[in-house]
């Protein structure tokens, strides 16, 4: 793709950051005085070689981080879990569940938080799935306290509940994979809802009631659920889920049409109440980047707000540039009145980050009017290796961050990203030399990334 919006000579000065040695260190240092220099690892490690992954995280006022996910408890099985980070990067092992960590209760069963989590006022809400074994599975979310103890919800008196799309004789599997909350303190859950076939999903979506009640309100039938897919997809898959300014819902992930085999990126938009959008735009918009016949899905977004008309939607994530099924970084900005690219990043509507030695994810992005866009994801050596990166946005130029470990001879994974006040924040998980698992994160600060001055933005991407 041959563009005047490829990345600048800075950033080609920089490119060994994602491929070799560091040679702009300046720019890329690490906040040191947050976590061990700064990162932290939070081992749940309740069992021995236990899988704890984080899917999500949140940032209180006073500079606090919260990681969600799933954790494996002492007899094995697969609990909903939350940890704390104090505003030093250190684990918050006096103020928070018991020292620092907090899992849904016994009796709720084997789940998994792989939603993510969000911050509502006093309460932390987090996403995922409740297994049921042979009998499918169902949405899950689940309430703490921001001291790290299980909140009752009031319509049922439990902390966490359930959600099935279960349709008369057929059991559902429903998976959530993403969490947000509107402005008025409504929950909404997303994933996919396969029945008989666990290839053939659909695009679900739940909203439940701060009460814990699923919202009549919700979706054409009001029945607090919607299934999506519409004639000509075979296939939809969610992977985050955003709430824009006026409570419009704006999901993505991706989707397969028919006939096709390899998946194409997808945007579902709906209204605030589950239903088509009243200003006439595509309910589901799928798009392929780079040549006919390679996949390409989609993993973040982050909505911008503008003075008139809808939010800017800036998705991320990653496609493939190759038959040998390598895949390389992508972001793009998607029109709000349709399903057209803009030509924000790069002519043709989408930017691709490539390594020449391995393969680029990017799982989530974040915006800042002093930072620009922020990205991070997934490296990938051709070795099976697995690091972790950020890259940065700002007007014309893009600076990628190097890649780093969060532990020694660990494999790492990225999957979400926030900034605040001059701050990275970035949220996985690691894995050292065994099958142990652990949540993890790391903090960057944008004054070492602009030691030496970008001077002002070119434009407002």
């Not at 006022?61 to 099985?77: C, F, H, I, K, W």
């Not at 059991?171 to 959530?176: G, L, P, T, Y």
Request: aromatic content about 8%; proline content about 4%; glycine content about 12%.
């Amino acid at each position: 793709m041959t563009s005047s919006r490829i990345p600048s000579r800075r950033l080609l000065a920089c490119a060994s950051l994602l491929l070799g040695p560091c040679v702009c260190a300046a720019d890329v240092e690490l906040d040191a005085s947050w976590g061990t220099s700064g990162r932290t690892i939070v081992p749940f490690d309740f069992t021995t070689n236990g899988a704890d992954i984080a899917s999500g995280s949140a940032l209180g006022s006073g500079g606090e981080m919260y990681l969600a996910g799933t954790v494996t408890d002492a007899q094995g099985r697969r609990r909903i879990g939350v940890t704390r980070l104090r505003a030093d990067g250190a684990l918050d092992e006096d103020g928070f569940g018991e020292k620092g960590r907090a899992m849904s209760p016994e009796a709720f069963g084997e789940s998994e938080g792989g939603a993510g989590v969000v911050l509502d006022g006093d309460v932390l809400y987090v996403g995922g799935t409740r297994q049921l074994g042979e009998a499918g599975s169902d949405f899950a979310l689940c309430a703490f306290t921001l001291a790290g103890v299980p909140k009752p919800f009031e319509h049922t008196g439990e902390p966490c509940l359930s959600l099935s799309f279960d349709q008369k004789e057929s059991i559902s599997f429903d998976v959530a994979t993403a969490i947000a909350v509107q402005p008025d303190g409504h929950i909404v859950l997303a994933g996919s809802s396969a029945m008989d076939d666990l290839q053939d999903t659909y695009a679900a979506f739940a909203r439940v009631q701060p009460s814990g009640e699923p919202d009549p309100k919700f979706a054409p039938d009001e029945s607090g659920k919607l299934r999506l897919r519409s004639p000509g997809f075979d296939r939809h898959e969610i992977e985050n889920l955003a709430i824009a300014s006026n409570g419009k819902i704006v999901a993505v992930g991706a989707t397969r049409r028919s006939g096709q085999i390899q998946y194409d990126a997808l945007v579902v938009r709906l209204d605030s109440e589950g239903n088509a959008d009243a200003n006439g735009f595509a309910q589901e918009c799928a798009f392929a980047a780079t040549q006919p016949g390679l996949a390409t899905k989609l993993r973040g977004l982050v909505l911008r707000e503008v003075q008139q008309g809808d939010d800017r939607i800036v998705a991320v994530g990653a496609a493939q540039f190759d038959m040998l099924g390598r895949y390389a970084a992508l972001i793009t900005e998607v029109s709000p009145d349709g399903c057209s690219l803009k030509d924000t990043f790069a002519e043709g509507g989408y930017l691709l980050m490539q390594a020449n030695s391995g393969q680029l994810y990017f799982n989530a992005v974040a915006h800042d009017a002093g930072a620009g866009y922020v990205v991070a994801g997934d490296f990938e050596t051709m070795m099976g290796g697995a690091e972790v990166f950020a890259a940065h946005y700002y007007g014309t130029d893009w600076l990628p961050f190097p890649t780093m470990h969060f532990g020694e001879s660990s494999k790492d994974w990225l999957v979400d990203v926030q900034v605040r006040a001059g701050s990275i924040y970035v949220a996985g998980w690691t894995q050292g030399a065994g099958s142990n698992r652990d949540f993890a994160a790391a903090k960057f600060g944008l004054d070492r990334i602009f030691a030496d001055a970008f001077g002002d933005p070119v434009g407002d991407p």
